[in-house]
């Protein structure tokens, strides 16, 4: 009976990460493994290749590996915040986590994302590792977004402010399953929300989200948190803009208070 072993460069690069786990680090490049290996590049990313093919590491990135404990194996990749911080520092990118995944930090989402959303300056193709996936949206303005920083199991990660998801969520509706769902995550994030610190948000993004968000705001009862935004879209907006972008101009009603023509009808979950 022939028996065939793996290379060499297979025990060391399992040795590698087991190290690397000890020290409680959770990724790392392809060009750190060919190091502590001492081999050359093509044998790293055999090793590399090998592991991962056993699922005990994952690549999101180029060059960039994740750890995959025991517990996350089904998934084949670590859940996208723990990994995300280190791969945007790792190619240098501003981002933030938003939209609906920000909406479930904050204790907002009806249901759990099914993919995790990400702002940076300029989009990019979305990340797809093993089970889990990352959606990428270009958010300009991006250095003056308020951002918060939560806890994950292996670091922290960066998620927009309560105020600026709100924002987010109206204009990237088509993001988020559209106006209906934006709508019900609003009637929850509301109360998270500081009116003075929205304008703050809304002066960062284009005016006709503004005047979307705060009708929305006032369709789901909260009125109050909508009127330091209703005195900043007085003052900037000079046309009227309607409620859904890419729906028929059919005007269904208007709301003057803040220059929008409704064009659509929405529903919020109870």
């Not at 065939?4 to 990460?17: G, K, L, M, V, Y």
């Not at 998270?192 to 809304?202: C, G, K, Q, Y």
Request: net charge positive; charged share 20%; with cysteine.
């Amino acid at each position: 009976m022939i028996v065939i072993s793996d290379p060499p460069a297979i025990p060391a690069a399992r040795s590698f990460i087991t190290r690397l786990a000890a020290d409680g680090k959770h990724h790392f490049t392809g060009r750190e493994a060919q190091r502590a290996l001492g081999v050359s590049p093509g044998a790293a990313k055999q090793a590399l290749r090998r592991l991962a093919k056993q699922g005990l590491v994952a690549s999101p990135g180029r060059g960039f590996y994740v750890i995959v404990p025991p517990e996350y194996r089904r998934l084949g990749c670590l859940p996208a915040d723990q990994f995300v911080p280190a791969l945007m520092e790792q190619q240098g990118l501003r981002y933030y986590a938003g939209l609906l995944s920000a909406a479930q930090y904050h204790g907002a989402a009806h249901h759990r994302p099914q993919e995790f959303q990400v702002g940076l300056a300029r989009n990019r193709r979305p990340i797809v590792c093993g089970q889990v996936r990352v959606a990428f949206f270009a958010r300009r303005r991006i250095a003056e977004v308020a951002v918060r920083s939560f806890n994950t199991p292996r670091g922290t990660v960066l998620v927009s402010s309560a105020e600026v998801t709100a924002v987010d969520l109206v204009g990237y509706a088509h993001h988020c399953g559209g106006l209906d769902q934006v709508a019900t995550v609003l009637s929850d994030l509301a109360e998270r929300i500081d009116p003075v610190l929205l304008t703050a948000a809304a002066e960062t993004a284009p005016l006709p989200w503004a005047q979307r968000l705060g009708y929305l705001l006032e369709l789901v009862g909260s009125r109050e948190k909508a009127a330091s935004l209703k005195a900043y879209v007085q003052a900037k907006a000079r046309n009227p803009t309607v409620l859904l972008p890419k729906a028929p101009r059919v005007e269904i009603s208007r709301a003057p208070d803040w220059k929008l023509i409704v064009n659509a009808t929405v529903e919020a979950e109870a």
